[in-house]
């Protein structure tokens, strides 16, 4: 009886360096999305709302195809995707048409909230003499006024969060680095 020799097929490793240049693609893109939210957030709450209404309607308008596809083909009349269809694009430009007015009632809703902790936070702190959560409610009522009269603060907040969220990427990534060699 004759013995076969058998080989492993081991997979290639891939460079150490190709890998570690695709990492940096993760905080080089979040420095760039965080500088845009930062400098540019009017455009950018404009450009979430017109993209969430295009969606909307996109998928609208799949559904209307769809119900007529299966009305065509299979003699099949689902009136749930011919209400969906129609109500998705309804609303699709219901978004595109009050984008500016929605990012106001969420600008004020969000304020409302960070006001009304900050003054439960404030009476609480009152109530047992703890200073530190008397600042904390006095930061919060500051934070909750200026959400509601400074426009588009949140995205400037998240655009500030994500440029810092790059920076303690890159100093990770340098220090892995530097350990390596």
């Not at 570690?20 to 500088?35: C, V």
């Not at 909307?56 to 099949?76: A, D, H, P």
């Not at 047992?128 to 995205?155: P, Q, R």
Request: net charge positive; aromatic share 8%; glycine share 8%.
């Amino acid at each position: 009886m004759k013995e076969e020799k058998t080989t492993l097929i081991k997979p290639k490793k891939k460079k150490e360096k190709e890998t570690d240049n695709l990492k940096i693609l993760g905080p080089i893109l979040m420095l760039i999305l965080g500088i845009i939210l930062l400098t540019n957030s009017s455009k950018a709450v404009i450009i979430v709302f017109y993209s969430i209404g295009a969606v909307f309607i996109l998928t609208g308008i799949f559904n209307l195809i769809r119900y007529y596809q299966l009305k065509k083909e299979m003699n099949i009349e689902d009136n749930s995707k011919l209400v969906l269809g129609t109500s998705m694009i309804f609303i699709g430009v219901l978004i595109l048409i009050l984008s500016g007015a929605i990012e106001t009632f969420l600008r004020f809703i969000i304020g409302i909230i960070l006001i009304y902790n900050g003054l439960k936070n404030a009476i609480l702190s009152l109530n047992t003499k703890n200073y530190v959560t008397l600042i904390i409610g006095i930061a919060l009522i500051s934070m909750g006024l200026y959400t509601i009269l400074a426009e588009n603060i949140i995205f400037q907040i998240v655009g500030v969060l994500l440029i810092i969220s790059s920076v303690v990427d890159f100093i990770g990534l340098l220090s892995t680095r530097s350990t390596k060699k």
